[in-house]
């Protein structure tokens, strides 16, 4: 076996063990969030509907207790906020509903 074969070979191998291993569900929800919730839920605020938040406090004065409740909202909608399940898929709504309940826990921190 040739030397260039052989480092071809192991290069290949390099890359699809990088491919094979995930990444955290968070990691895509963030990115999902940025892209399709950011507009009006910036930094966990609300621009449409000052009160109604994703901070922890205003969660909870809301009745949503956990990350299958932001799931839910997520992807059914409630009040004036249309569901994404369409643009998100289901996985997308359980990866953005994940991460906006550990940013909430945390109490929203700045990047």
Known sequence: MSFALLRRLLLALVLLLGLSVAQPA???GSQLFELHCAGCHL????IIRRGKTLKL??????????????????????????????ALGEDGVQQV???????????????
């Open 57 to 86: 406090a205003a969660l909870e004065r809301q009745g949503i207790a956990s990350q299958e409740a932001i799931a839910a909202i997520a992807a059914q909608g409630q009040g004036q906020m249309s569901g994404y399940v369409e």
């Open 26 to 28: 968070w990691a895509d």
């Open 43 to 46: 930094n966990g605020g609300n």
């Open 97 to 111: 509903a994940e991460w906006v309940w550990q940013q909430s826990q945390a109490g929203w921190p700045k990047a």
